[in-house]
């Protein structure tokens, strides 16, 4: 694997890096066919045409050119610093597979070929013996692998989209771990937890990359009161939010509080939960911020400024724990002093544009840890001249410091100088506050216990990723 700082993964003075891989001998792709730096040569070429759609991945943005050192050394050029080079690379294809019909330029052809569905063929640990789509995929040990035989014979990844149908399959034995794509509901896991607890059948963990937050509205125009635009304001708001009964009730006590949207048993989490400013359930001190704001509770309790009435919306799109949140969220601030509407999106606008940006006081959503670094940045504020269809920082903040440490983020190299930076950005974010963070969002995981190798993980892995070293035991 490159390394930093070595021959191996040079940072040149005008910008650009060159990552240099070394593979090692004997490598074959499932059928047999020795694996060459061609393939990644090949995979390039391929990528890199715009009607493909692979083209605009930040990757292949970044990669400038692929170079094939020798028949067992490639070296990828980059543009510019690209700090996931180990973690987002150029994944090769069979050339020998599809040249064919990749110099035919046809697009829809080539996208359509069988090789990407019944004819699968690439490097890993089984290989494709049967699809049946929307069913299942099967697999049997391929005995080649570059890691070594995997321990188990055969796999099937079955697709099951209806969480009690996965529930009963799971319960009755024919499913030996939900690992990914399938959802159960967070009371059929608090069941099957209670059940395997006492027979020791098997393993109930949670896991998960999203974070849930409210976007508060930060465009003047739009904003409604006016008094969402006071940093003071939005901290109240956040103070009078009782998480622990939304999380009880909504999420059934399995989702962790949020206060940034990278969470503490991460790498970069960590370092942010330390400096990052945190607003627990406190009234009085929600009290202490609106009268330092300007605002006071008139006789009917709700808090009033010169320009009348603090009224607000909160808005969340349709889904029961959604509701549940929204509605204890709304009721806390109205027991608060805070006169709260509660809108739900119509699924019908769901997808709309404006519609997800143009509210008037707070928007309930959820997103991706790792793509909130970037989802916060000025660049990212929808504008009217692209129809509000770019840009995911859905109430418009406006943080230049941010969003010069979001820039060095995606440019810097070394994992502990992007520590430091996240913690900045955590500061940044908390003293503004341009969204009331709500929870880290996770997934039920469950494994029986007769499959061994399974691990735990931090909110930001896989738990698949030594899949090749596990064991079935009966």
């Avoid at 150029?90 to 046809?106: I, M, W």
């Avoid at 309930?364 to 909130?372: F, L």
Wanted: with cysteine; aromatic share 12%; glycine share 8%.
């Amino acid at each position: 694997v490159p390394q930093l700082g070595t021959d191996s993964w040079k940072v040149f003075s005008d910008g650009h890096m060159d990552v240099t891989w070394a593979f090692q001998p004997g490598i074959v792709w499932q059928d047999g066919t020795p694996f060459s730096m061609d393939d990644f040569l090949f995979a390039h070429q391929v990528y890199s045409r715009p009607e493909l759609g692979a083209s605009s991945s930040p990757a292949l943005r970044a990669i400038q050119g692929v170079i094939a050192l020798t028949d067992r050394t490639l070296v990828v050029s980059y543009k510019e610093p690209f700090p996931d080079a180990l973690v987002d690379t150029l994944k090769p294809l069979p050339r020998h597979l599809l040249a064919d019909s990749f110099q035919r330029n046809d697009p829809n052809a080539f996208a359509n070929d069988a090789y990407w569905t019944t004819a699968y063929v690439q490097l890993g640990p089984w290989k494709l013996t049967q699809w049946q789509p929307g069913s299942f995929i099967e697999g049997v040990a391929f005995d080649q692998h570059v890691l070594g035989r995997p321990k188990i014979d055969k796999v099937r990844a079955e697709f099951v989209a209806d969480v009690n149908t996965a529930m009963a399959k799971t319960v009755a034995g024919e499913v030996h771990i939900v690992a990914s794509g399938t959802f159960i509901s967070i009371s059929q896991a608090q069941e099957l937890k209670k059940q395997w607890d006492q027979s020791g059948a098997g393993t109930i963990a949670m896991y998960g990359v999203l974070w849930r937050t409210s976007d508060v509205q930060k465009r003047p125009e739009y904003a409604k009161p006016a008094g969402l635009l006071d940093a003071r304001v939005r901290k109240a708001l956040a103070s009078a939010i009782n998480k622990k009964e939304i999380g009880d009730a909504a999420w059934s006590g399995l989702m962790q509080e949020a206060d940034f949207f990278a969470p503490p048993d991460t790498l970069l989490g960590a370092a942010a939960d330390k400096v990052v400013a945190k607003y627990p359930f406190d009234l009085r001190r929600a009290e202490q911020l609106m009268t330092e704001a300007g605002f006071a509770k008139g006789s009917d309790g709700v808090y009033a400024n010169a320009s009348g009435r603090f009224q607000m919306q909160v808005e969340t799109a349709e889904a029961p724990e959604w509701l549940a949140e929204m509605g204890i969220m709304a009721d806390n601030w109205r027991k608060a002093g805070f006169d709260t509407e509660e809108y739900v999106i119509p699924a019908a606008l769901a997808g709309e544009p404006q519609a997800r940006v143009l509210y008037s006081g707070t928007s309930n959503y959820t997103t991706g840890q790792k793509m909130a670094v970037g989802n916060l940045t000025g660049a990212q504020c929808p504008k009217s001249e692209t129809n509000y269809r770019l840009g995911s920082n859905r109430g418009c903040w406006m943080a230049p410091e941010y969003d010069r440490l979001a820039a060095l983020f995606a440019t810097t190299l070394d994992p502990k100088e992007r520590t430091t930076q996240v913690a900045q950005m955590a500061r940044v974010y908390g003293e503004d506050l341009p969204t009331i963070p709500l929870f880290y969002l996770t997934q039920p995981y469950f494994w029986v216990s007769g499959l061994q190798g399974v691990t735990g993980q931090t909110s930001d892995g896989d738990i698949k990723w030594n899949m090749y070293e596990w064991e079935w035991i009966k």
